[in-house]
T-cell receptor, first 114, second 112 residues
Framework: GAGVSQSPSNKVTEKGKDVELRCDPI?????LYWYRQSLGQGLEFLIY????????KSGLPSDRFSAERTGGSVSTLTIQRTQQEDSAVYLC????????????FGEGSRLTVL | DQQVKQNSPSLSVQEGRISILNCDYT??????FLWYKKYPAEGPTFLIS?????DKNEDGRFTVFLNKSAKHLSLHIVPSQPGDSAVYFC???????????FGAGTTVTVRA
């Protein structure tokens, strides 16, 4: 499709399990971002990619979180040993380049950790 | 550290009247500001933006005002329509930086 695509749209998991969230950016967009929105909070920056490299991982909440991007396209955000505080909507966005002002967001992946 | 703050979590307005959404920021390095609109189960979509060299930007029914000395911006929607009911996020960045900082959002409900 023409927009940013994320999967799954909803994921319910048990505490301690690993989850993978996938993002397929707009074709040709070199920059890719992961944000999350916890209940009642704003969008919290997690990580961004320029091509396949992630220059800034400082937004990742803990070492249980990791992300990769392959082929300058699809990105996967992995959360290991999930905790209840990981419950949130995880939003992926892409842009033509890193410093471009406007981001295009996907619909998000809602993660619920029981 | 919340650098962008939207202190009103919700706003209810009658159809046809003006909606005014407020946003404050703390980082004086921010020089570009955006508003995003989000419907349920959809991602945020870009609505309008303003550079720090301006104090007003208008696009149809939407106008954003920037007061740099007060580190404050606002979004005016005139007239408000039922389709405007959504969550509105204020965002800010430093030009050539990669990161957008977002506020917590304001939920607007337009009553018929």
């Amino acid at each position: 499709g023409a927009g940013v695509s994320q999967s799954p749209s909803n994921k319910v998991t048990e505490k301690g399990k690993d989850v993978e969230l996938r993002c397929d950016p707009i074709s040709g967009h070199t920059a890719l971002y992961w944000y999350r929105q916890s209940l009642g909070q704003g969008l919290e920056f997690l990580i961004y990619f320029q091509g396949n490299s992630a220059p800034d991982k400082s937004g990742l909440p803990s070492d249980r979180f990791s992300a990769e991007r392959t082929g300058g396209s699809v990105s996967t955000l992995t959360i290991q040993r999930t905790q209840q505080e990981d419950s949130a909507v995880y939003l992926c966005a892409s842009s033509l380049a890193v410093a471009v002002r406007e981001l295009f967001f996907g619909e998000g992946s809602r993660l619920t950790v029981l | 550290d919340q650098q962008v703050k939207q202190n009103s979590p919700s706003l209810s307005v009658q159809e046809g009247r003006i909606s005014i959404l407020n946003c404050d920021y703390t980082n004086s390095m921010f020089d570009y500001f955006l508003w995003y609109k989000k419907y349920p189960a959809e991602g945020p979509t870009f609505l309008i933006s303003i550079s720090s060299i301006k104090d007003k930007n208008e696009d149809g029914r939407f106008t954003v005002f920037l007061n740099k000395s007060a580190k404050h911006l606002s979004l005016h929607i005139v007239p408000s329509q039922p389709g405007d009911s959504a969550v509105y996020f204020c965002a800010a960045k430093v030009t050539n930086d990669y990161k957008l900082s977002f506020g917590a959002g304001t939920t607007v409900t337009v009553r018929a």
